[in-house]
């Protein structure tokens, strides 16, 4: 499936930017950048917001694959981990907006 996506799109699951995930769990971005526990809804939200045209697809996360899961394929902004960070800013920008609205 994510074979047609190469080059021009990322799939991106929610543990690559979790900050409560080790690298060796499958977050992929530095801690400064990371978030707690991102959920789904959060991700497509931030990918639309930077006009990445988010597709959600069930999928096993190849780590865990005895758990269904979620993953977002958006449009790439230059490198994998560059599109990642920038989702990651997007959803504590978005967690920090809500906060300042309560």
């Known amino acids: 499936m994510s074979r047609e996506y190469r080059g021009r799109?990322?799939?991106l699951w929610p543990i690559n930017i979790d900050a409560s995930a080790s690298?060796?769990?499958g977050r992929k971005v530095p801690l400064r950048y990371a978030v707690r526990?991102?959920?789904v809804e959060e991700i497509v939200e931030a990918a639309r917001m930077l006009g990445l045209?988010?597709?959600v697809e069930d999928a096993r996360y190849p780590r865990r694959w005895w758990e269904?899961?979620?993953r977002v394929v958006v449009d790439k902004l230059?490198?994998?981990l560059k599109t990642l960070i920038?989702?990651?800013k997007a959803v504590r920008e978005l967690r920090e907006r809500r906060q300042r609205g309560r």
């Open 9 to 11: 799109r990322v799939v």
């Open 78 to 80: 230059g490198s994998k």
């Open 37 to 39: 526990k991102p959920r």
């Open 86 to 88: 920038e989702i990651a």
């Open 68 to 70: 269904q899961r979620q």
């Open 23 to 25: 690298r060796r769990e």
């Open 53 to 55: 045209n988010p597709v």
